[in-house]
């Protein structure tokens, strides 16, 4: 089993594990690192946020629920992005099916993009910084995590 990439998601075992581990109460995801990417993100309200490696867009509809103007998601298992988009019915979002590497990043656009423990999956980090830094406006805020060896992974 390839345990690389957004396509491990697509795998049910994987993903049946994955989101119980990570909808725990007391998951590093939501015990450590939840509160630390709300404080980061100051104030989101009316604000269009871009979010590589969305997942099921959780996290997504929760910002608009809580005032964000805007959400996409990028997300490249086809799985995840299915469960993000029935996630978002009647949101004001939208999700494309692609990678971090793939997605062409308008400019200008967000004022807030976030990459919620995905980004130590591209291997082209320089690229990905450029494309982030293209699309956020003046002002704008690149807030992500990545997970770590001892308190994230399995």
């Known amino acids: 089993m390839e345990y690389r990439g957004p396509s491990v998601y ?10 119980n581990h ?7 995801n939501i015990a450590i690192e939840k509160p630390i990417i709300y404080e980061l993100l100051g104030d989101f309200h009316g604000k269009s946020v871009l979010d590589l490696g969305c997942g099921n867009a959780a996290f ?3 910002l608009l629920h809580l005032g964000a103007k805007f959400y ?9 992005s299915a469960l993000a988009n029935q996630n978002l019915i009647e949101e004001n979002a939208q999700i494309y099916h692609e990678t971090m590497e793939t997605f062409r990043y308008p400019t ?4 807030i ?3 919620r423990f995905a980004i130590h999956y591209v291997d082209d980090i320089q690229s990905l910084f450029q494309n982030v830094y293209q699309s956020l406006k003046e002002d704008g805020r690149f807030i ?3 997970q770590h060896p001892l308190t994230t992974s399995s």
């Not at 990570?22 to 590093?28: F, G, I, K, L, T």
């Open 60 to 62: 997504g509809k929760e």
């Open 10 to 19: 697509d795998q049910e075992d994987f993903r049946k594990k994955y989101m």
């Open 144 to 146: 992500f995590s990545i």
């Open 22 to 28: 990570r909808d725990r109460q007391d998951s590093p």
């Open 72 to 80: 996409t998601g990028i997300e490249g298992s086809e799985r995840m």
């Open 108 to 111: 200008n656009e967000y004022e």
């Open 113 to 115: 993009i976030t990459s």
